[in-house]
């Protein structure tokens, strides 16, 4: 098992205390500056856990059709990385820990120095880079943690366990067990195979455990009552923002979906 470490601040608002904590997600920019700002504070105030912040990028591998189409709109909207730190900064001051997402080419471009003092200032709690190998994230990982920053990783549900040890090595606040062996978007079941990597990432660390991609209903969240700490929820939520519809309702119904 991975070494214990120190609880933080993120660590311990995700951690299940009897229920499944939420991450509801939003893109920085979508469908403009102020409205994802409007929605980061409504999560907050509907009884998020953390909050995701998604940092727009060209190239995004992991995301699903949802993700990708908001990401390119926020992109044309004129949204950069200096302006989702802008969106964490407001939503941050809500209370609620922020966890921003991206992949490792704005971080770079932007510099990774740079990116943790600026992420830190605007008070986000920790970050996750999709597509960031833990096996290379050395750096990365200690300019993060250096300005007070987590650092997540993800695990699938193909990970190896020697794999699943190494992306918790260089995990804080919480390890991010992806559900799917594709990308992100809404799924009317679970992968079967979702209990057993649970089973098998909490024999190897102490981290809390949050599952992502594909959760979509309440009884998703149910499901994982006991197995994991928190659900992600990103596609379900912004899909709702992209039909133009409010998706406060949808997320109140998660948020409560473990009962």
Not at 60 to 82: F, K, Y
């Amino acid at each position: 098992m991975a070494t214990a470490r120190a609880e933080g601040a993120l660590a311990a608002a995700v951690r299940a205390d009897g229920d499944v904590k939420l991450i509801p997600y939003l893109m920085a920019g979508y469908p403009d500056r102020a409205r994802s700002v409007e929605l980061g504070r409504m999560y907050a105030r509907s009884g998020a856990a953390a909050i995701e912040i998604g940092i727009p990028f060209s190239d995004p591998l992991a995301d699903g059709p949802v993700i990708q189409r908001v990401g390119q709109a926020a992109l044309e909207g004129g949204m950069t990385v200096a302006g989702a730190l802008g969106v964490a900064a407001e939503v941050a001051a809500e209370g609620v820990p922020v966890v921003l997402m991206t992949y490792v080419n704005p971080v770079l471009a932007y510099d990774p120095r740079r990116f943790a003092a600026d992420a830190a200032e605007a008070g986000a709690r920790g970050v996750l880079l999709t597509d960031l190998p833990p096996e290379e994230g050395g750096p990365i990982v200690e300019w993060m943690r250096a300005a007070g920053l987590d650092t997540v990783f993800l695990v699938a549900p193909t990970s190896p366990d020697p794999r699943i040890e190494l992306a918790a090595e260089a995990s804080s606040g919480f390890l991010y067990c992806v559900t799917v062996t594709g990308v992100t978007g809404i799924r009317e079941e679970l992968d079967s195979r979702l209990e057993h990597l649970l089973r098998r990432v909490r024999r190897l660390t102490d981290l809390p455990l949050a599952a992502g991609f594909g959760i979509s209903r309440p009884e998703h969240v149910r499901a994982l009552r006991g197995q994991a700490d928190a659900a992600v929820v990103a596609s379900a939520l912004m899909n709702e923002v992209l039909e133009g519809r409010e998706p406060q309702r949808l997320f109140e119904e998660l948020v409560n979906g473990w009962r």
